[in-house]
């Protein structure tokens, strides 16, 4: 078998996470060396998340805590804040970039090699 049920641990990590729900257990995974942490109810299969530290610490039950289903509403309010940001700094960059952009052409097409005589511009010349 490639996964092991963790029972006992050194900071009590397996029996902490069954303080936050008494159907979360610990699996590690021997093909990739991480832990796993699972609920007995959850639909379509037990996997919840595979812990994404290389040891069992606290930062593991701060992490199951933050993903769980009882913070669904935080979570997705963080999702969206962060979303949010994203978008927020790609119109910033995208607008920098225009207006660079613009700067560029206005700068090339200012520059001539003959001098203008503004007093004509607006005037049509007849032949």
Request: proline share 1%; aromatic share 12%.
């Amino acid at each position: 078998m490639s996964k092991f049920l963790i029972t006992h641990d050194m900071f009590r990590i397996s029996e902490r996470v069954k303080k936050i729900d008494k159907d979360y257990f610990i699996l590690f995974n021997n093909k990739n060396n991480k832990f796993e942490v699972h609920h007995k109810n959850q639909r379509g299969g037990t996997y919840c998340l595979t812990c994404p530290y290389d040891r069992l610490d606290s930062r593991l039950l701060d992490y199951v805590l933050r993903t769980s289903s009882n913070n669904s509403v935080l979570l997705m309010k963080e999702i969206e804040k962060h979303n949010y940001e994203l978008e927020k700094n790609s119109e910033q960059n995208r607008n920098d970039y225009v207006n660079n952009s613009l700067k560029q052409i206005y700068d090339y097409a200012s520059v001539s090699s003959k001098t203008i005589n503004y007093k004509d511009i607006m005037n049509t010349k007849w032949i």
